[in-house]
């Protein structure tokens, strides 16, 4: 559904809203802002296949970029980002980057989440912790002796973004950002989605986050799901289209209530 400017109502139209306000009648209009938020060793380019449909359709919407220095420094820098919002806010969160929106999420600006492929962690739960639950396929994690990682670039294609075309994921694989190793071991705080309403995209061939473990996560946050065949965890950018949809259909929804 595309978000469009309010129409100016006539007087007896504007009588009738407020009737049907007065008895619960009427729906809460859509939410117009967007912020995407990036996950590990990446950065918020590759929304750029999903922000180009969300601003076709009328949304405001920004990037996120944090520099994945610490998880409150990215929660600091995501946090900038929420408050330069004029009114509610859905915010996305791929990868490392569902337990920033997590935190994140507890702003008052903030009124759905939505998970893609991505870790929707509860109080006091790590990624790390959760993954030796629920291991995944990837043995492409490489440490460095300053407490940074990154992906072994040989394998970063085919464990990170297997339906990308080939030269796109061999680019990624080169242009990585390192991520402290602390991210993903940081003790997640009050998670908003006990809160809030939010939405999930499971990436069914997803090798970075095992999918049983996104499918945990969603069906405990009671999240409003798609799974995407045949998706990578690079869903975000191999299927905008169906990204996109249920961002929409979040911002379509989210003040109705969870």
Do not use: C
């Not at 996560?217 to 949809?245: F, L, W």
């Amino acid at each position: 559904m595309k978000f469009h400017k309010a129409r100016s109502f006539s007087a007896a139209a504007s009588l009738l809203f407020v009737a049907l306000a007065a008895t619960g009648q009427v729906q809460a209009a859509p939410v117009h802002n967007i912020v995407l938020v990036h996950g590990a060793w990446v950065t918020g380019a590759g929304w750029e296949p999903v922000y180009n449909i969300l601003v076709k359709d009328g949304y405001h919407v920004t990037v996120a970029q944090h520099p994945l220095t610490s998880f409150s420094d990215d929660v600091a820098a995501v946090n900038r980002v929420i408050a330069m919002q004029d009114g509610p806010t859905i915010l996305v969160g791929h990868s490392y980057g569902g337990a920033i929106i997590t935190d994140s999420g507890n702003d008052s600006h903030v009124v759905g989440l939505v998970y893609v492929a991505a870790h929707a962690l509860d109080q006091g739960e790590t990624e790390v912790g959760n993954g030796k639950l629920f291991p995944n396929a990837s043995k492409a994690l490489r440490k460095l002796p300053d407490g940074f990682s990154y992906l072994d670039p040989t394998l970063f294609p085919a464990d990170f973004a297997a339906d990308l075309p080939a030269s796109q994921a061999d680019f990624e694989a080169r242009a990585q950002v390192f991520t402290a190793s602390s991210v993903f071991t940081v003790p997640e705080g009050q998670p908003a989605w006990r809160t809030k309403p939010s939405w999930y995209a499971v990436a069914k061939l997803d090798r970075m986050i095992n999918p049983d473990l996104e499918r945990m996560y969603a069906k405990r946050a009671h999240s409003h799901t798609i799974e995407v065949t045949g998706a990578s965890h690079s869903v975000y950018e191999s299927h905008p289209k169906e990204i996109a949809a249920l961002i929409e259909d979040a911002a379509n929804h989210a003040l109705d209530g969870k």
